[in-house]
């Protein structure tokens, strides 16, 4: 790539800063058309995702939030709220894809500056700001040099990504205990039947197919101790697990599940600790397989799912008596299916994963090709 000129531009020329209406989480509803964006640095500012509450305090897509107590800027990709203590930051300037990822990196070097003032004068401090952009012999910003920038680092990056895939795909193969993805006549069969409603299906409750439904303990932030426990909360970042800790809180077994206040469901295949607003369910009489596991995790959750929020918030106790579909042979729950077709569900996402770097590694070389020629 040759080489830029450079110009100084204050950022306030290229961008507004703004409030966001905000409000607390009590207010989501369910559903995930938007963004609940916070001030954490986790999980790209997202608390959780919420269904539409009102006009009002809507922020659209197309712009960066900026969280006040870690200063990370992270461009919002559809429409989104805002918690306390959250900026939005407004491009004065069309910007394309690769244009948005290099500004994206451009704004987070200003982390340290923004961190270092006042909140009361972040906005100040940002807006006068002076950075370093490429530019064309007119001044103008060069906006072809920030994609074709990226699109290099892109390919570079594919090109790494090319060399260790094959490692990493009989690496995961390995740990899943399979030979390649390949479905077996048995796991295509199993998915015919699932396709074509050829399976017979049951209602369980929970209670028959768990021994053990337990909720957590309360164990409040400030009293937890670090330590290598992971400890699981209401949410769906990381799964739940907030924090890793070493207090003498009741530990649970391996091969569980568990479902939060809002019905998210996870599979456990660690030992684990839970707060008192998310429930564990396991079975110490009969040894599931991990596969199974899984897919009685799939059946709950698509059971539970827009079922409760905080106006109306699940507690296992409460669920004893609730149902799940399962598929059934001679009146049982067929075991051997559900775990052929998880079989073949892994499969299938492991060769869309395949293919999916396969493609995009194919894009990114014809982008290199095409930048070589014009040069």
């Known amino acids: ?27 989501l509803t369910v559903g995930n058309q938007y963004d609940y964006v ?14 539409y509450i009102n006009k009002e305090n809507l922020n659209s897509s197309g712009n960066w939030s900026l969280g006040l107590l870690q200063m990370d800027f992270f461009y919002r990709q559809k429409p989104w709220y805002a918690g306390q203590f959250v900026r939005k930051i407004v491009p004065k300037i069309q ?11 451009l704004l ?29 012999k007119d001044g103008q910003i060069d906006f072809d040099f920030m994609e074709n920038f990226i699109a290099e680092l892109e390919a570079e990056r594919i090109a790494e990504l090319e060399a260790e895939r094959i490692a990493e795909l009989e690496a995961y193969l390995s740990v899943t205990g399979l030979k390649d993805y390949t479905l077996t006549k048995e796991e295509q069969q199993a998915l015919d039947y699932f396709e ?20 957590g303990r309360r164990l409040k932030k400030d009293d937890q101790i670090p330590g ?18 070493s207090n003498p809180v009741a530990i649970f077994p391996r091969n569980s599940i568990t479902i939060d206040i809002f019905g998210n469901t996870f599979y456990r295949n660690y030992t684990f600790g839970a707060g008192d607003d998310t429930g564990v369910y396991w079975n110490d009489n009969v040894n599931y397989s991990k596969k199974i596991m899984l897919y009685l995790t799939a059946s709950i959750r698509k059971s539970l799912v827009g079922k409760f929020s905080y106006g109306k918030k699940l507690r296992s106790s409460r669920s ?11 009146n049982i729950p067929n075991y051997q299916a559900m775990e052929t077709f998880i079989s073949a569900i892994q499969k299938l996402v492991i060769k869309d994963v395949v293919l999916y770097a396969n493609q995009k590694i194919a894009a990114t070389k014809m982008v290199v090709q095409s930048e070589n020629n014009k040069n």
């Open 1 to 27: 790539m040759q080489e830029a000129k450079w110009g100084e531009f204050k950022l306030g020329d290229l961008f507004d800063i703004k409030n966001t209406l905000s409000f607390n989480k009590e207010k």
């Open 38 to 51: 916070t001030r954490t640095s986790q999980n790209q500012g997202i608390l959780i995702e919420t269904g």
């Open 95 to 105: 910007l394309k894809k690769n244009s948005v990822l290099y500004f994206t990196a």
């Open 108 to 136: 987070n070097k200003q982390k340290q500056n923004l961190l270092s003032v006042l909140v009361r004068d972040v906005d100040k401090t940002f807006l006068n700001t002076i950075v370093q952009l490429p530019i064309l």
């Open 196 to 215: 074509s409603d050829q399976i017979k299906f049951g209602k369980y409750a929970y209670s028959t197919i768990f021994n053990k439904i337990i909720q």
């Open 228 to 245: 290598k426990i992971p400890f699981v909360m209401a949410g769906i970042t990381n799964t739940g697990v907030i924090n890793y800790i």
């Open 320 to 330: 004893l008596n609730f149902k799940i579909l399962l598929p059934i042979q001679s």
